[in-house]
């Protein structure tokens, strides 16, 4: 029985360095995110598969990167197009930027273009997951609030497995009951000094 196994040297990592994070293969090139890179502003790395070896050819970034963009969180290779999304750019709204291979190869570089939605918003994370075919693109946005995390079909759900919860109590004779009139934004802000900013309250049970 054999093994084998074709290896990479990366550049120089930094510290916080999130590497190989988010992956894509087209042919004999890989497309490899590191959203860590310098203060989570991302970076993704290009690498060529020449027979025996990957070799790093390249190094991506946006050309309006900022700290907390996290681009790279996402990345998609088809031919000789690149889409990389930065989720977390602009108060969380999110980008998603273009990559086309130059005439002489692909080489460091900024971006070809830069896609937003149309109807941007805050915490949207445009750009949160990508892909890329020869004539199309994909770009989730998975807390627009009509129809992602934070939408009406979300907490629909929330209130479904309410009644779950409240008939597992029932069966274990534990009384509870939901309670009305409560101050979701004060329960939100206490909640978020443990979990973070990325909850909303939806209802209260006593």
């Not at 750019?89 to 086309?100: I, K, L, N, P, R």
């Not at 004779?173 to 909640?191: C, L, N, R």
Request: aromatic share 10%.
């Amino acid at each position: 029985r054999a093994c084998f196994a074709a290896c990479s040297k990366r550049r120089k990592s930094t510290s916080g360095s999130k590497f190989g994070s988010s992956v894509s293969v087209s042919g004999n090139y890989a497309i490899i995110g590191d959203w860590g890179y310098k203060n989570n502003q991302g970076r993704a790395e290009m690498l060529f598969f020449n027979g025996t070896d990957w070799e790093n050819i390249a190094v991506l970034t946006a050309s309006d990167g900022t700290d907390g963009d996290q681009f790279g969180k996402a990345v998609s290779i088809s031919g000789d197009y690149i889409i990389i999304g930065a989720p977390y750019a602009e108060s969380w709204t999110g980008s998603a930027y273009v990559f086309e291979k130059p005439v002489s190869g692909w080489t460091d570089m900024t971006q070809t273009a830069k896609l937003t939605a149309s109807d941007r918003a805050d915490d949207d994370l445009f750009g949160k997951s990508v892909s890329i075919s020869p004539d199309q693109i994909v770009i989730g946005a998975p807390w627009e609030d009509e129809n992602g995390n934070n939408s009406g079909w979300t907490k629909a759900q929330t209130y479904i497995a309410l009644g779950n919860v409240l008939h597992a109590l029932a069966r274990l004779d534990i009384d509870s009951t939901p309670m009305e009139g409560v101050d979701a934004e004060a329960i939100k802000e206490e909640f978020s000094k443990e979990l973070g900013d990325d909850y909303e309250c939806t209802f209260a049970l006593a």
